[in-house]
């Protein structure tokens, strides 16, 4: 199983700009899906989360300006950003619980995409 993010790149102060995230491979089932990200000199931390049912939540620094969505056909999540700041700017890592088979599910881990958002 692979995640392959994208879309990520420059962006002025107060753009916009969508990430993708299609997973690939021997799925069964993908189950909760989110976006991390990783500023320089700083920790990953939690962006947004959807659940397989499509509950949502999201970081204080998100809320209100970003919004996560699912398509299950595709396999895939989107983190749509707006408002973004120069704080924003991050690897942005999609994230899921997938399942293999009925009885097996593990964490993946897609490759990063660099958002960096400048005047």
């Known amino acids: 199983v692979q995640l392959q993010a994208s879309g990520g790149g420059l962006v002025h102060i107060g753009g916009s700009l969508t990430l993708s995230c299609a997973a690939s491979g021997d799925i069964f089932r993908v189950n909760t899906q989110r976006w991390y990200r990783q500023a320089p000199g700083k920790q990953r931390e939690l962006v947004a989360s959807v659940t397989r049912g499509g509950s949502t939540d999201y970081a204080d620094s998100s809320k209100g300006r970003f919004t996560i969505s699912r398509d299950d056909p595709k396999n895939s999540v989107y983190l749509q950003m707006d408002s973004l700041k120069p704080e924003d700017t991050a690897v942005y890592y999609c994230?899921?619980?997938?399942?293999?088979?009925?009885?097996?599910?593990?964490?993946?881990w897609g490759q990063g995409t660099l958002v960096t958002v400048s005047s």
């Open positions: 994230n899921a619980d997938i399942m293999v088979s009925r009885d097996y599910e593990y964490e993946y």
